[in-house]
């Protein structure tokens, strides 16, 4: 079965310092995964995407994640937050069909000024 | 740059009484997506469409829901008698399907549904 778990439902950074967060998969098979970002009152908008290439993963707005097999994670960072970057992210896995999502509960990030 | 939408942005129903959410999936797109989010909790796959039939379901898309394509560029979920469960965001997605690949999901911003 497939799963996600994302460690902190709420991390609080200042403007212009690293983000990090984290997430952890469980998969039967080599998944593909995903960061989805929530701004209020918009939809999921799509981060970055791994799919068996690259391990290092680059997104828009300056995110990167790095796939780690061997930890069963895909970490999402970032160098110097915004507030703009201020929402909820969503890490998700694949079904090995692809046709199904499997979304963690969410990471809302706060920026603070 | 194309979007999926979604309509109407928040519905409200009593309980028992039929409602029809409505998306308009990326043009190009082939396979499409309904998802909810009950308040505080995770969003969970409902149901994926291709070829004008259902190609995956979860456990949650009972009798009670049922999708459709009706004239080509909208697709619509129907929960057919209301319960106050249902309450919940619900979002459309659209993907393009290439042949052993993987394609991410275009998402609409969600229609919330009330039932009273």
């Known amino acids: 079965a497939q799963s996600v778990t994302q460690l902190d439902s709420h991390v609080s950074v200042s403007e212009g310092t690293p983000v990090l967060l984290r997430c952890n998969y469980s998969s039967s098979y080599s998944p593909s995964l995903f960061w989805y970002v929530q701004h209020p009152n918009k939809g999921l908008q799509l981060l970055l995407k791994?799919?068996?290439?690259?391990?290092l993963v680059k997104g828009i707005n300056g995110f990167e994640a790095e796939f780690k097999k061997s930890e069963t994670s895909f970490h999402l960072t970032k160098p110097s937050a915004h507030m703009s970057d201020a929402a909820e992210y969503f890490c998700v896995v694949t079904s090995n069909t692809g046709n199904q999502f499997y979304f963690g509960t969410g990471t809302s990030l706060t920026v603070i000024p | 740059e194309p979007e999926v939408t979604q309509t109407p942005s928040h519905q409200v129903t009593q309980m028992g009484q039929e409602v029809i959410l409505r998306c308009v999936p990326i043009s190009n797109h082939l396979y499409f997506y309904w998802y909810r989010q009950i308040l505080g909790q995770k969003v969970e796959f409902l149901v994926s469409f291709y070829n004008n039939e259902i190609s995956e379901k979860s456990e949650i898309f009972d009798d009670q829901f049922s999708v459709e394509r009706p004239d080509g560029s909208n697709f619509t979920l129907k929960i057919r008698s209301t319960k106050l469960e249902d309450s919940a965001m619900y979002f459309c997605?659209?993907?393009?399907?290439?042949?052993?690949?993987?394609?991410?999901?275009?998402f609409g911003p969600g229609t919330r549904l009330t039932v009273t």
């Open positions: 997605a659209s993907s393009e399907y290439y042949l052993g690949d993987f394609y991410e999901q275009y």
């Open positions: 791994y799919t068996s290439a690259a391990t």
